[in-house]
């Protein structure tokens, strides 16, 4: 006959990070793929230490939460290496841009459901209604191009907001993790806008647009790390 059981706080911390575990071992088959290791490789060291040297909150996060994050990293890392190309090279440009513009809202929107700060959640929606515009500028563009509305996101970014929700289990919605995940995510975005930037065939109104984005990524950036010492 069965017994039945009592709750505990230790069986509670359990079915708490349950889903955290489950997201690891994604993360481990991710990183244990032949293909993963080796766009890794091609790398730079200083963008393969992306996700250990960000910012003080995120080295501080435990193994569990960096080894998500890593896996994250990982894809974002080879979209960029592996993206393909189409004919137009603006459009093909603008809309690998667009998809992490896109992450960048889905990423603050994320931020504003997990928030308790109320400063805090102010400003990640500021920075929604910053990306949505970013997105639909870009749009624009990409119409202008020939090509169609691009809505879509990353994989990256889409295991980068399950890890949001993964550590906001882990951490009980600790704010300095939530900053912490909004300033690798603006690392991406910062790298996207670079890459978009390489290309020399973005010129005149468009070119413009871009680098404006680019410099108001770096100021969130920027402020996300101030914002992230003060929780120290």
């Known amino acids: ?24 071992d994604q993360a481990k088959n991710w990183l244990n793929e032949g293909s993963v290791p080796d766009l890794l490789g091609q790398l730079p060291e200083s963008v393969k230490k992306i996700g250990t040297k960000a910012t003080t909150g995120y080295n501080k996060l435990s193994t569990t939460q960096k080894v998500v994050g890593g896996a994250a990293i990982a894809l974002g890392v080879g979209y960029l290496l592996t993206k ?8 093909d440009t ?10 960048r809202i ?11 700060d109320t400063e805090l959640t ?37 295991i980068y907001r399950r890890f949001m929700e993964a550590t906001a289990a882990v951490t009980g919605h600790s704010e300095k993790t939530i900053l912490a995940t909004n300033i690798h995510g603006e690392m991406w ?17 468009l070119r413009q647009e871009v680098e404006r984005q680019h410099t108001q990524s770096q100021q969130t950036y920027d402020k996300l790390k101030r914002l992230v010492e003060k929780q120290s």
């Open 84 to 91: 393909g190309k189409s004919t137009d090279k603006k459009a």
């Open 189 to 205: 975005a910062l790298k996207a806008y670079k890459e978009a930037l390489s290309d020399r065939t973005l010129t005149g109104a």
């Open 122 to 158: 102010s400003y990640y929606k500021q920075l929604v209604s910053q990306s949505q515009r970013f997105a639909g500028e870009l749009n624009d563009h990409l119409r202008q191009q020939g090509g169609e509305r691009e809505e879509g996101t990353t994989i990256k970014g889409k």
């Open 1 to 24: 006959m069965n017994q039945p059981q009592q709750s505990s706080p230790q069986n509670s911390k359990s079915k708490q990070s349950e889903g955290s575990g489950q997201l690891l």
């Open 106 to 116: 889905e990423g603050y929107k994320k931020a504003v459901d997990e928030s308790q």
């Open 94 to 103: 603008l809309q690998e841009l667009l998809l992490f513009v896109n992450d």
